[in-house]
Each structure stands twice: as C-alpha cells, then as structure tokens.
C-alpha cells in the first residue's frame, strides 16, 4: 500500500457528461500529480500541484482542470468526456515539489461509453 | 523534450535465471533522475529503482540492479533470479532536476511486459 487513496476505483459514465476523480496524498505529502494511462498514448504527465498551488502542466486538455484544496486532497475534473477520455488515470504523491520518487495511488478506471 | 524508448515490447524469462530490459532516453539536459517502475495486473505503480544521472555507481536493490550509460543515454534494468511475482509491465522513466525546480512529471516510455515462465 502506497499510502496514496484514489477514489472511485471505477468509473462509467457516457459522453458529454462531467466527472471528477479523488486522491489523498501520502500523510505529509505536499505535492500531487496527476497521470493518464491509455493505450494509445501510454503514461502521460497531466498536471502538478503543490501545497495548493499549481505547479507544473504537462499534456492536460483544456476540458480537464484540478485543484488541491487547504487539506492537501487533490481533484481531477474531466468535462464533456469523450471516447477517448477512456483512460485509467493515477495520481502520485511526493513530499516537496522537487522529489526524486513518488509514490502512486492505484489508480481510478474511467470508462466513458 | 525529453523521450524515453523502450524497444522491447515483451520479454520472456525462466523461473530463476536473469532478463535485462532495455530503455534509452533522449535528453540535453546534464542533471536527471531515471527510474523503473512496475505495473503488476493489479495497477500500481510500484518504484523498483532509482538512478541519480550525477552517480557514477550503477544503483542496486536486491535483485535489481541498472546499467547506467550517461554518454549513450541508455538505462538498463536486469533482474537477477526471476520469480513468479516479477511478471508486470515495467516502465522506464525520465525526469529532470532543473524544469520549474523540480516541478515537472515524470516522461515515461511505452513499457515492456515481462513474463516469467515457471
């Protein structure tokens, strides 16, 4: 067990509609990042953040958006989902923003039909 | 922008012998972390061994150790004594010390599925 909660684990929900994804840091843990995992594009940097700030963008679509809130917790929201938003997405903990291992929660399954 | 290759799309192992995958990155930067990650079917993402690209010494953790080429940007991952719970997807990966002082993800190569025949 990583120490990293993602919720839910799985996820369906069909096109056009708006959903968001949950993760907890490890206890102490100020920096959170956000991964997508898909068959076509593999494991692909979303978005940083840390200690309430964003940090870093990577490939995020401008239909997806985050935030981290005062208690650390860390939203992904993915809006008018597409097909091919069907992807499994992690999100990772580290301590500071400069870190040399994180630590990835088990990831949430969205299937968008 | 930094890339990450792996070649081997599947690898096949006997029960206690030794497999060395295979992983080159393309950087100009002097100053990065390297890393191998594990995907068992269950998912996570578990960190099996880091690499710092300013040590000389190949890092190791138990039967896990890297060879670790600066000058030809290779990173090889070899596994000693594969057992059965070494099967998963292994996943090479590159980040930087400098972008946004540390603030960028991880660039991560399309992973190698390793299978270990008993």
């Known amino acids: 067990d990583s120490g990293v909660t993602q919720t839910p684990k799985h996820l369906i929900t069909a096109t056009g509609q708006r959903v968001t994804l949950r993760c907890s840091p490890r206890s102490g843990d100020l920096s959170v990042y956000w991964y997508q995992q898909s068959l076509d594009q593999g494991l692909q940097f979303l978005i940083q953040y840390y200690n309430g700030e964003e940090r870093a963008k990577g490939n995020i679509l401008e239909r997806f958006s985050a935030q981290q809130f005062p208690d650390l917790h860390s939203e992904l929201n993915l809006s008018s989902l597409e097909l091919g938003d069907s992807a499994l997405y992690f999100c990772a903990s580290s301590l500071r923003d400069s870190y040399t291992e994180a630590f990835f929660g088990q990831g949430t399954r969205l299937t968008v039909v | 922008a930094q890339t990450v290759t792996q070649s081997q799309p599947e690898m096949s192992v006997q029960e206690a012998e030794t497999v060395t995958l295979s992983c080159t990155y393309d950087t100009s930067e002097s100053d990065y972390y390297l890393f191998w990650y594990k995907q068992p079917p269950s998912r996570q993402m578990i960190l099996v061994i880091r690499?710092?690209?300013?040590?000389?010494q190949n890092a190791t953790e138990n039967r896990f150790s890297v060879n670790f080429q600066k000058a030809a940007k290779s990173f090889s991952l070899k596994i000693s004594d594969s057992q059965l719970g070494d099967a998963a997807m292994y996943f090479c990966?590159?980040?930087?010390?400098?972008?946004?002082?540390?603030?960028?993800?991880?660039?991560f190569g399309k992973g190698t599925h390793l299978i270990i025949q008993p």
């Open positions: 990966a590159y980040r930087s010390a400098f972008a946004g002082g540390g603030a960028d993800g991880l660039t």
């Open positions: 690499q710092e690209a300013y040590k000389q």
